[in-house]
């Protein structure tokens, strides 16, 4: 159990094609990621809640969604973003999943897929909902980089 903790998190530090470590508290966000060197931030409220938009080029999307704790768990959070995924028409398949998250398939015809990722942190008072950016087509690939760029 020691070994696979320590070679998850030895894994969740290096350096994915290029890219590095940040703590993204100078944003008011207490979340450290792996990102591209070039990354922008933007930060929006939508009423209880904020958003935090990382971009970092046509490889990288980060959304962070931010809000009060509403008393769930990790794994209460994580069932109900599942849902709410699985329930959306051009869901496939789930192709990657652990306690905090999941990576996901949607199929826009034969050979037009997109993929994305949920990936939710509790801290303090308040939840964190991590996932692709809104808007965006990500290949495999780079859905599950972004979603092994969070750092726990």
Not at 19 to 42: A, F, N
Not at 82 to 110: C, L, M, W
Request: proline share 3%; with cysteine.
């Amino acid at each position: 159990m020691v070994v696979s903790a320590l070679i998850f998190f030895s894994c969740a530090s290096d350096p994915i094609d290029g890219w590095s470590e940040k703590d993204l508290m100078q944003h008011g966000l207490p979340i450290r990621m792996l990102v591209p060197d070039d990354v922008t931030v933007k930060k929006s409220e939508l009423g209880l809640q904020q958003d935090f938009t990382i971009d970092g080029g046509d490889d990288y999307g980060v959304q962070v969604f931010v809000a009060e704790r509403s008393g769930g768990s990790v794994a209460n959070i994580v069932a109900e973003l599942r849902t709410s995924i699985e329930n959306n028409s051009a869901f496939h398949e789930i192709v990657h999943e652990q306690e905090d998250g999941f990576v996901y398939e949607f199929k826009f015809g034969p050979e037009r897929s997109n993929f994305g990722f949920r990936r939710v942190k509790l801290q303090g008072d308040y939840e964190y909902v991590i996932q692709n950016a809104m808007g965006r087509i990500f290949d495999k690939e780079q859905a599950m980089n972004m979603f092994e760029a969070v750092i726990p």
